[in-house]
């Protein structure tokens, strides 16, 4: 599904500020890694050893759909690491050699049967498929069309990808820190400013989220933001999330 500017300026938002913690125009496994130890930061404890392993098994399972999709569309590649990566390539005998880096020191000889074996050196050990640490780096055009594709089929937030859904009451919690169900004006407020959104009026804002005081800031009311700061197209409540009014 194609998506409109205005959908696309979301998705790019999300891209940089809350994925790109290195601000290298791209994604890699260390940025999930940081995302995570930022919210250890600023969430006061209000998440727990199980949150945060449930947060990293979602995060994984995100970085699966985005190689994956990288992998298969021609246009938005999943680029190996100059510093950490390995390269194959296939010779006349069917085998594969591995242009390894010098700190990495790898080599692949062809056996017998055509197939190929690694030898890595102990210090640093080498893989032919990168690894999580050490390997893709995925493009804004690849995350981009991630969504593109998920969305198209979108009708609510049951329909989002299960590491997506996993991840709603987490991000929810990490914003609720007094854990009484309850996100109130002060909590989104430290929100804000934890996270470093321009959000100029957060009070103004917080009253778009409640309906003016008729809605309470619960779970519920945050996946409906959610569901719409991913698929709107065109402003509305879900830019709250973003702390923006419409």
Not at 38 to 55: F, H, I, P, Q, T
Not at 73 to 100: C, F, I, Q, S, T
Not at 163 to 173: A, E, S
Not at 179 to 198: A, T
């Amino acid at each position: 599904m194609e998506l409109n500017t205005f959908q696309k300026q979301k998705i790019k938002f999300t891209f940089d500020f809350f994925l790109d913690y290195n601000k290298d125009g791209a994604i890699q496994w260390d940025d999930f890694q940081e995302m995570i130890k930022r919210y250890k930061e600023v969430n006061k404890g209000s998440l727990s050893d199980a949150d945060y392993k449930l947060m990293l098994a979602s995060l994984k399972d995100e970085w699966k759909d985005l190689k994956a999709l990288a992998h298969v569309n021609e246009d938005h590649p999943v680029h190996a690491n100059e510093d950490h990566g390995a390269r194959v390539h296939a010779n006349e005998d069917h085998g594969a050699r591995v242009h390894a880096n010098e700190d990495h020191g790898a080599r692949v000889s062809a056996n017998e049967d055509h197939g190929a074996r690694v030898h890595a050196n102990e210090d640093h050990g080498a893989r032919v498929h990168a690894n999580e640490d050490h390997g893709a780096s995925v493009s804004f055009d690849a995350y981009l069309a991630m969504w593109e594709k998920t969305l198209a089929t979108c009708q609510s937030v049951s329909d989002l990808p299960t590491w997506c859904q996993k991840m709603i009451p987490i991000l929810f919690k990490g914003m609720d820190v007094s854990g009484d169900g309850i996100v109130d004006l002060e909590e989104f407020g430290n929100y804000c400013k934890n996270f470093q959104l321009d959000c100029e009026d957060v009070p103004a804002v917080y009253d778009v989220i409640t309906d003016g005081g008729k809605v309470t800031f619960d779970m519920n009311r945050y996946k409906d933001l959610y569901f719409r700061l991913l698929t709107s197209p065109s402003a509305d409540a879900g830019n709250a999330l973003m702390g923006k009014k419409p």
